[in-house]
T-cell receptor, first 114, second 110 residues
């Protein structure tokens, strides 16, 4: 595997379910990110981890819970979601949090909340 | 505070014609500028970036962009597009954090 991988690619869940999204980067990077992409809106940065420590939480509802067990893996745990949470969730990584560094993106998980 | 405005939400263009995607930004600090492309069912991929130096930046797949500090713009151009350039294009600005525009959908027709 190369680059940034995400599983599953598609997920349909009910509002009472609990599920998790997984991201893995094979680039030796130290920073990882979760973004929410909704149609015709700018990407919304949700969480940032740098060297496994959470450094940003952009007012994300508590029904989204991130976990970063090591610099290569990032999870997004989901519970009691709402239909408006349906979107493409993108994971990204970069060498570190310096703002001039390119971010490398995974293909995303298309989430549908019924 | 910083913001990014992509002035066109959709740009239809014929194959082998030129295309320009417009991006304006505002920021209270010095910025770095990026263009990303997202092909269908894929994540974002970096096309090019401006960090410093020459204001004309060349990227992958024949794209280039010009940084204009006085007009706070970073427009993306390609002199001759291919069908395979059909995608969504995102301008991004990095001052104290990375902010993305809403995207421009480019549809290339034969």
């Amino acid at each position: 595997e190369t680059g940034v991988t995400q599983t599953p690619r598609h997920l349909v869940m009910g509002m009472t379910n609990k599920k998790s999204l997984k991201c893995e980067q094979h680039l030796g990077h130290n920073a990882m990110y979760w973004y929410k992409q909704s149609a015709k809106k700018p990407l919304e940065l949700m969480f940032v981890y740098n060297f496994k420590e959470q450094t940003e939480n952009n007012s994300v509802p508590s029904r989204f819970s991130p976990e970063c067990p090591n610099s290569s893996h990032l999870f997004l745990h989901l519970h009691t979601l709402q239909p408006e949470d349906s979107a493409l969730y993108l994971c990204a990584s970069s060498q570190d949090r310096d703002v001039y560094n390119e971010q490398f993106f995974g293909p995303g998980t298309r989430l549908t909340v019924l | 505070a910083q913001s990014v405005t992509q002035l066109d939400s959709q740009v239809p263009v014929f194959e082998e014609a030129p295309v320009e995607l417009r991006c304006n930004y505002s920021s209270s600090v010095s910025v770095y500028l990026f263009w990303y492309v997202q092909y269908p069912n894929q994540g974002l991929q970096l096309l090019l970036k401006y960090l410093s130096g020459s204001t004309l930046v060349k990227g992958i797949n024949g794209f280039e962009a010009e940084f204009n500090k006085s007009q706070t713009s970073f427009h993306l151009r390609k002199p001759s597009v291919h069908i395979s350039d059909t995608a969504e294009y995102f301008c991004a600005v990095s001052g104290n954090k990375l902010s993305f525009g809403a995207g421009t959908t480019v549809t290339v027709r034969a």
